[in-house]
């Protein structure tokens, strides 16, 4: 089939919008010293110890630390994570929501690790939790699964609307 000039021109331009907004939602994970994944990263711990205080717990006894998984999550928005579909799927989310790249992730991501919570927990030190934190079963995830992701997300966002510190220092 044969696409017309203007609807390539309509793609264009909506690619190009696409795209101009997720930079401008992301400015702040890559310039000097990454500010804004350094909040996000504060910011999950602090959600998480809210939403499953067990949990951050069980990772501090274990000394995890945050920064060790979940930096990975907040520079690659969780692509690594899961396969293509899903991550088309989130993303297509993070676009339709407002702020979604760069405040909605974090409830991602909080559902995310907390959706794992009782297996973490059964893990028995620092480098099993680790390898689990670094190879997630998530290779044949679905879109139903990745529903229920942002499903769960956004009740965390209704819930915890001011879980999100920007660089400026303001929610």
């Not at 959600?47 to 920064?67: F, P, S, T």
């Not at 690594?80 to 799927?89: A, D, W």
């Not at 959706?115 to 480098?127: A, G, M, T």
């Not at 139903?144 to 510190?165: G, I, N, R, W």
Request: proline share 4%; with cysteine.
């Amino acid at each position: 089939a044969v696409v017309s000039t203007q609807s390539t021109g309509n793609t264009e331009a909506d690619t190009y919008w696409c795209l101009c907004k997720l930079l401008e939602s992301l400015h702040d994970n890559y310039t000097f010293a990454q500010p804004g994944i350094q909040m996000k990263v504060h910011d999950l711990r602090r959600l998480v110890n809210r939403i499953d205080k067990q949990l951050d717990e069980h990772l501090e006894r274990n000394v995890v630390e945050y920064l060790q998984f979940s930096f990975r999550w907040m520079n690659n928005l969780l692509m690594r994570e899961m396969p293509l579909s899903c991550t088309i799927r989130l993303w297509d989310t993070y676009f339709a929501e407002p702020n979604g790249f760069s405040h909605f992730h974090l409830y991602v991501c909080a559902k995310f690790l907390t959706r794992w919570s009782k297996l973490i927990k059964s893990l028995p030190d620092f480098q099993a939790v680790m390898l689990f934190l670094q190879s997630l079963p998530t290779s044949k995830w679905t879109d139903d699964e990745m529903s229920e992701l942002a499903s769960e997300a956004f009740q965390l966002k209704c819930l915890f609307p001011k879980a999100v510190t920007t660089v400026a220092g303001t929610t």
